[in-house]
């Protein structure tokens, strides 16, 4: 099915995307990626701006509590991930598969079938096998570097905020288009990360962080992502669930990364919990 394809290419280049953002971080600070990155990624759409317009003000009023949404996601996203390996990031975003089955069922009143419920029950092990402590490595966790802990609650909060987003971005596309949604999206984004700005009084090296060539990769990434994933949410037969799991299929490109860009340790393990979890996807999709 096409909405599944275009998931996929969605999971991949957010793969992708993690390990940019991770780049970016070298040279520049969150902040500074951030507001860059959104505003790069909101003028690239801006010719688009033709099919954006029409939309009725009380969904505009829904775009921008998403956009409220996704802000606090990557401000917490961000940190997250400069601060810890992009290999343990990555597994860790996998728990976003539970906040999305829930609220695809409590909310929208999708029903699990029974390869699905297998298939979660393989992800939720592939994730709590990160928890578990082996003796002969009694200073990491799962054989994983240890990370102080309000890192790892960060990240978790921002994969429930990101899933929160994917059941808005699914009730949305019942009434706007894509181009509509990314548009009104991108621009209450833009606009809420300038008023932080302003308000903190953050310090951006604008000559600098123009010049962070990680960061205009990130946008075209993004935006293409998105317009992939906003279309798959706008076909009837698409469901959160199942595009959830299919999401995921990005946590084998951080944990390569981990190994052959940044170097990182303990990979096999990241692998074993990965796979499990891809196991449980293919169980829930097939």
Same mark, same amino acid.
């Given at each position: 099915?096409?909405?599944?394809?275009?998931?996929?290419?969605? %999971?991949?280049?957010? +793969?992708?995307?993690?390990?940019?953002?991770?780049?970016?971080?070298?040279?520049?600070?969150?902040?500074?990626?951030?507001?860059?990155?959104?505003?790069?990624?909101?003028?690239?759409?801006?010719?688009?701006?033709?099919?954006?317009?029409?939309?009725?003000?009380?969904?505009?009023?829904? $775009?921008?509590?998403?956009?409220?949404?996704?802000?606090?996601?990557?401000?917490?996203? /961000?940190? #997250?991930?400069?601060?810890?390996?992009?290999?343990?990031? +990555?597994?860790?975003?996998?728990?976003?598969?539970?906040?999305?089955?829930?609220?695809?069922? #409590?909310?929208?009143?999708?029903?699990?079938?029974?390869?699905?419920?297998? %298939?979660?029950?393989?992800?939720?092990?592939?994730?709590?096998?990160?928890?578990?402590?082996?003796?002969?490595?009694?200073?990491? $966790? %799962? +054989? !994983?570097?240890?990370?102080?802990?309000?890192?790892?609650? !960060?990240?978790?909060?921002?994969?429930?905020?990101?899933?929160?987003? %994917?059941?808005?971005?699914?009730?949305?596309?019942?009434?706007?288009?894509?181009? =509509?949604?990314?548009?009104?999206?991108?621009?209450?984004?833009?606009?809420?990360?300038?008023?932080? $700005?302003?308000?903190?009084?953050?310090?951006?090296?604008?000559?600098?962080? /123009?010049?962070? =060539?990680?960061?205009?990769?990130?946008?075209?990434? /993004?935006?293409?992502?998105?317009?992939?994933?906003?279309? #798959?949410?706008?076909?009837?037969?698409?469901?959160?669930?199942?595009?959830?799991?299919?999401?995921?299929?990005?946590?084998?490109?951080?944990?390569?990364?981990?190994?052959?860009? /940044?170097?990182?340790?303990? $990979?096999?393990?990241?692998?074993?919990?990965?796979?499990?979890?891809?196991? +449980?996807?293919?169980? #829930?999709?097939?």
């Amino acid at each position: 099915m096409l909405w599944i394809a275009l998931v996929l290419v969605y %999971g991949i280049l957010k +793969g992708v995307r993690e390990v940019v953002k991770k780049k970016s971080l070298e040279k520049s600070t969150v902040m500074e990626v951030l507001i860059v990155y959104t505003l790069l990624a909101f003028l690239m759409v801006v010719p688009d701006y033709k099919n954006a317009m029409g939309v009725e003000p009380k969904f505009l009023v829904f $775009i921008a509590f998403k956009s409220f949404v996704i802000f606090v996601a990557w401000i917490c996203s /961000f940190k #997250a991930i400069n601060r810890m390996p992009i290999s343990l990031y +990555g597994v860790l975003d996998l728990s976003r598969v539970l906040f999305s089955t829930l609220l695809g069922t #409590a909310v929208l009143g999708e029903v699990l079938s029974g390869p699905q419920i297998i %298939g979660l029950v393989f992800v939720s092990a592939g994730l709590l096998m990160l928890k578990r402590r082996k003796k002969e490595n009694k200073g990491n $966790i %799962g +054989g !994983i570097e240890r990370v102080e802990a309000k890192y790892v609650l !960060i990240a978790i909060f921002s994969c429930m905020l990101n899933a929160f987003s %994917g059941m808005l971005d699914k009730i949305l596309m019942k009434t706007v288009n894509s181009s =509509q949604l990314q548009f009104w999206y991108m621009l209450f984004l833009v606009l809420m990360y300038v008023v932080y $700005i302003a308000v903190t009084r953050t310090k951006i090296r604008w000559n600098m962080v /123009f010049k962070n =060539q990680w960061i205009w990769l990130l946008s075209i990434l /993004f935006i293409i992502a998105d317009r992939a994933l906003f279309i #798959a949410n706008g076909m009837p037969d698409s469901r959160v669930t199942i595009m959830t799991l299919i999401k995921q299929s990005g946590c084998v490109v951080t944990i390569l990364a981990g190994k052959f860009v /940044f170097k990182e340790k303990n $990979i096999g393990y990241k692998l074993l919990c990965a796979a499990i979890v891809v196991a +449980g996807i293919v169980i #829930a999709v097939l």
